[in-house]
């Protein structure tokens, strides 16, 4: 009686979490592309100049700068991955400005180290003694938030030269003058060094000794800003005249500031040209029509097979599909948690999986049949045809599962996202329709509720005389 | 499926390994089939694998192919383009890469002439990288034949790991052939599809090798004769589970088939095929392969060197 009593709240208490979630359940499902309307494009990267490698560093700074870049247009979450040496995946779902966002991707990124515009000539001679020191820039504004730049700096000489430039839209904060571009920087020159303190700094190396020379000759006392598009970097401050071609950057950087810099700072000077491999752009009406069109199959193809399921298999069939249905609400439960983007090849790979959830039944449901036929009572054919297809059912997900898993590893897009949900679905199956269906089973059989042959599908006549 | 419940196991009583001659014959007419039809006409490849671009428009109202064509002209593009109109959706494929301004004109052009409420499906592909996930595929399918192997291997032995690897291949492939003769359009999601067909032939095969396994222990193992017995006496007694579940995952496969989105058709046919192929060939195919490297094994078995269990 207790088992029954047991049996029936678990029943109860799982319909009940069901329904309650369910409907918030499909909403936070985050849906890929081809379901929601948006658009994806594989670029591959190639250095401007050639002869160049693509470097890890500099593939991933790219892919950082078109998210800012994204980002600033208002664009929803976009979904920026690098793949491969040289690949850069961009997704973007529910966007409306697909043009624009395609031509400010396209721009390299530039690097620009700008002054305030505002030359001042008697600098340039008299520090030339100490010329090797490299210590020699230090920074005054140390954060690469976009905050104003150091406000002594632009108080005193340069008043007159930057009238125009300090209009409220400049985007470059009065800094209009391009002193040195990212193509004047060594290609992969900067790099994170550490003062004795163990403060993290940046020294970068230059083409030109003489032009920096000439360069920060002019600018002893002033901020030199760097910038990445119209997004200001840094504003070190230049301490004096640098010959040697190389100079440290330092200041408050953490160290993850410190290295985000280099890698801007090595991108600037080999900037990379993003070519268009590959596109996909779904309108949203379209897109939605794949999702009602998929999902109404699924739940019809679904009824099909829990119709089929009760007629052969009679109450363990009954708690097959209940198991069924459980097995589905939870691996939507697994995409929500994991926060996986649900795209249609997932959606057929999550259809396909309830198929072979329904196998792990089958495969049992027969067995504990045979083993009714060669005569056992109920209670132990229960017990051999659990315990002997057990080994069956796992062995065939194990290899499903091996298949999967290589097709995640070596796979990309598409590829990659069906094999994640079979491996979901694979492994949810294990606990639903393996694990929790025959402890369902148990409580039944151990209860002696179910005392007729035919509660399984099996008839009287059929089963042999032991 | 019929309504009566099968009397144990003397439903199916067939001679499966008598009858896998014929099968054999089948199948490799088939590959040889497919194996000539690839060389001559290769695969009807999709938009994925040629450069170019594929517009596919949701309309609320019927164009005519007429209409399209005038969009196209008035818009200056390419009047090679192919064009599929029908009541809710229009096709048009070009042969080269439309530039963002030409899917800007072609999508101004169309709603003002046809229809204001037309959503747009664009895709675009450098033959390369279709090309690239096809290599990645194969690769795929080799690295997951040798786990499947080294799985199989160890679990059973080797015989069944060979076998279930050839079953699974000879799917794929038939698959892959029935495209080719059929002239069926392949794209990216067929190549998922052809990965999913090995997930389910394989997992077809090694619930009747475990029967086999199974009563392999309990079986007298003299004469090639007793192990034939063994093989028909474990397809007979899973053939109810074969015929079940695939009859379950081909209904989810044929939905998606039938009342599925357009853009999944090929994957859900290729499914459907797959499905059938991989049935078939754990029954006919993989069993009675078993059979014949075991026997063929027989007579050095004495030897301690290869023998297995």
Redo the contacts between chains.
């Keep these: 009686m207790k088992r029954i009593v047991s049996f029936i709240v678990i029943v109860l208490v799982s319909i009940g979490i069901m329904v309650w979630s369910t409907p918030n359940l499909l909403n936070s499902v985050r849906l890929g592309l081809d379901l929601k309307g948006g658009f994806e494009i594989l670029y591959e990267a190639s250095p401007m100049t050639g002869g160049e490698e693509v470097t890890r560093e500099s593939l991933n700074e790219t892919a950082r700068s078109l998210e800012k870049r994204v980002d600033a247009l208002g664009g929803s979450e976009p979904e920026i991955t690098t793949e491969g040496t040289n690949r850069i995946r961009l997704r973007i779902a529910g966007v409306t400005d697909e043009k624009a966002v395609r031509e400010r991707i396209k721009e390299p990124a530039n690097l620009t180290f700008r002054s305030l515009g505002n030359s001042s000539e008697e600098n340039t001679t008299g520090s030339g003694a100490d010329a090797e020191d490299e210590t020699a820039a230090e920074s005054t504004d140390s954060t690469n938030a976009s905050g104003s730049p150091d406000a002594a700096a632009s108080g005193t000489e340069q008043e007159g030269a930057t009238e125009e430039s300090a209009a409220q839209a400049d985007p470059y904060q009065g800094y209009d003058k391009v002193e040195l571009t990212g193509n004047d920087f060594k290609p992969n020159g900067a790099s994170v060094q550490f003062d004795q303190l163990g403060n993290p700094m940046i020294s970068i190396e230059l083409k030109d000794a003489q032009k920096f020379a000439d360069v920060t000759g002019r600018l002893v006392g002033q901020p030199m800003a760097i910038f990445l598009d119209d997004q200001l970097l840094s504003a070190p401050e230049v301490k004096q005249r640098i010959t040697g071609g190389t100079a440290q950057i330092s200041g408050k950087f953490t160290r993850e500031e410190a290295q985000n810099l280099r890698d801007t700072i090595n991108l600037g000077a080999l900037p990379l040209k993003l070519t268009e491999k590959y596109s996909q752009s779904v309108g949203a009406t379209l897109g939605q029509l794949s999702l009602d069109q998929t999902l109404r199959a699924g739940i019809i193809g679904s009824i099909i097979i829990l119709i089929f399921m009760v007629f052969m298999y009679r109450v363990p069939g009954l708690i097959a599909a209940f198991c069924l249905i459980i097995h589905t609400w939870g691996t939507i439960l697994v995409f929500i948690w994991a926060d996986i983007t649900l795209t249609l090849p997932g959606i057929a790979a999550f259809i396909l999986g309830i198929g072979m959830a329904v196998d792990a039944n089958i495969i049992t449901y027969e067995r504990i049949k045979e083993e009714m036929r060669s005569g056992k009572s109920i209670m132990s054919a229960f017990r051999a045809g659990s315990k002997s297809s057990f080994r069956t059912v796992m062995d065939a997900q194990i290899t499903t599962l091996i298949a999967g898993a290589v097709m995640f590893w070596l796979g990309t897009g598409s590829v990659r996202g069906f094999a994640l949900v079979l491996m979901i679905d694979i492994i949810t199956s294990i606990i639903t329709n393996v694990v929790l269906s025959r402890f369902l089973l148990s409580l039944l059989v151990k209860a002696k509720s179910l005392k007729k042959p035919g509660y399984f599908g099996v008839k009287e006549s059929e089963i042999r005389e032991l | 499926?019929s309504?009566k419940?099968?009397?144990?196991?003397s439903k199916w009583n067939f001679n499966f390994v008598k009858a896998s001659k014929y099968f054999y014959t089948f199948s490799i007419v088939l590959t040889l089939a497919g194996i000539l039809s690839l060389a001559v006409f290769g695969l009807n490849y999709g938009v994925d694998f040629r450069s170019g671009s594929n517009v596919?428009v949701?309309v609320s109202k019927a164009a005519t192919q007429a209409q399209v064509q005038k969009v196209l002209a008035d818009a200056k593009l390419d009047p090679e383009a192919n064009i599929t109109a029908g009541t809710d959706r229009v096709s048009i494929r070009f042969p080269e890469v439309l530039t963002?301004d030409e899917v800007?004109t072609l999508q101004t052009t169309f709603n003002s002439q046809i229809d204001p409420?037309?959503?747009?499906?664009?895709?675009?592909?450098?033959v390369?990288?279709?090309k690239e996930?096809e290599r990645?595929?194969l690769?795929?399918i080799a690295?997951?034949s040798i786990?499947?192997v080294i799985?199989?291997t160890i679990?059973f032995e080797w015989g069944f790991a060979l076998s279930a690897v050839v079953a699974l291949l000879h799917d794929a492939f038939l698959v892959i052939s029935v495209f080719s003769i059929l002239r069926l359009e392949v794209n990216?999601?067929f190549?998922?599809a052809i990965?999913?067909i090995?997930?389910?032939s394989?997992?077809d095969t090694?619930?009747i090798f475990?029967?086999i396994r199974?009563n392999l222990r309990f079986a007298k193992k003299q004469t090639p004769h007793d192990l034939e017995d063994v093989v028909n006496k474990s397809v007979s007694?899973?053939m109810?589970?074969s015929l079940?579940?695939v009859?379950?995952?081909f209904?989810?496969?044929?939905?998606?088939l039938?009342?599925?989105?357009?853009?999944?058709r090929m994957?859900?046919l290729a499914?459907v095929i797959g499905l059938l192929f991989g049935a078939y060939s754990s029954i006919f195919i993989a069993s009675p392969l078993w059979l014949a490297l075991r026997s063929k094994k027989k007579p050095s078995a004495a030897k301690p060197s290869k023998a297995t269990t």
């Design positions: 499926m309504s419940p099968q009397a144990a196991s596919d949701s963002d800007e409420n037309a959503s747009y499906e664009i895709n675009t592909v450098d390369e990288m279709a996930l990645n595929a690769l795929a690295v997951a786990g499947i799985y199989v679990r990216l999601t190549i998922v990965l999913t090995i997930g389910f394989i997992n090694i619930v475990d029967r199974e007694q899973t109810t589970r079940g579940t009859f379950t995952v209904i989810a496969a044929f939905a998606l039938v009342l599925g989105s357009e853009s999944i994957f859900s499914m």
